[in-house]
């Protein structure tokens, strides 16, 4: 797809693309029927087309509705001209704590900051009803200066909810990060609020040390995790 001029469903504007995972593709676009800019989320065929998230519209106003300081919101759901599903979501103008952590790990004031933020949000979806099921770097978004004072917003949240299972099972495709998947998730387990916050300690531990808890390759990585318990550095403050 590209990003020039392009509309999707006569409203969204493209213009530039942002991100890019293995289950969609992430885009800045303006949204010309309200004048301002939006994140539009464009699923690959094989994850969820436009009949996936209709089916799904229950759990779309779950989320939509779901409103906090430290969550990215879900406005919307469409299509592509291709028929593909496309999430409308808050365009957050910063980075994120994978690209940030390139440059090594972060000050302990600000994972205190961000820690703050993030374990709030989750209490408030799990408090929902709600299971994030991909709590990773790249999903929790740090927003350049603003007046709300939000060190960190959460994305991607419910997306394990709005994808067609179906099609998850077909591909081979896991929901969540490799590394950081709780021990539940690598052995194939159900998941609850206890795995937010496993995969959540993960995230911390590496803003803190600057190294991955459990490197490697999916595979590697599950398997490390259902041997071992994560290494603490002594040198980190015990506070």
């Known amino acids: 797809m590209s990003a020039t001029r392009e509309r999707i469903a006569d409203r ?3 213009l530039d693309r942002i991100g890019s995972g293995g289950m969609a593709e992430v885009f800045r676009a303006h949204d010309e029927l309200l004048g301002r800019d939006v994140a539009l989320k464009v699923f690959r065929r094989e994850f969820a087309l436009a009949d996936d998230l209709r089916r ?10 779901l409103s906090h300081p430290s969550l990215v919101t879900l406005f919307d759901t469409t299509s592509d001209a291709e028929g593909r599903g496309v999430l409308v979501l808050e365009f957050v103008d910063g980075t994120d704590a994978r690209a940030r952590l390139k440059d090594g790990p972060l000050p302990e004031a600000a994972v205190a900051a961000l820690g703050a933020d993030i374990a709030r949000a989750l209490a408030y979806i799990h408090g929902k009803g709600v299971v994030h099921r991909d709590i990773a770097p790249a999903n929790i978004l740090l927003p350049g200066a603003t007046s709300s004072g939000v060190a960190a917003k959460l994305t991607d949240l419910g997306i394990a909810r709005l994808v067609d299972d179906a099609r998850i099972t ?11 998947l709780s021990p539940e998730q690598a052995g194939g387990s159900q998941v609850g609020p206890p795995s937010d916050v496993y995969s959540f300690g993960l995230v911390l531990l590496e803003c803190l040390t600057g190294e991955r808890a459990f490197p490697g390759s999916g595979v590697e990585s599950a398997a490390a995790r259902l041997s071992r318990d994560p290494e603490m550095p002594e040198r980190l403050n015990p506070e």
């Open 12 to 14: 969204y504007l493209l």
């Open 56 to 65: 799904q519209r229950g759990e779309v106003r779950i989320l939509a509705n």
């Open 170 to 180: 077909s591909t081979g495709f896991v929901i969540g990060t490799a590394s950081y």
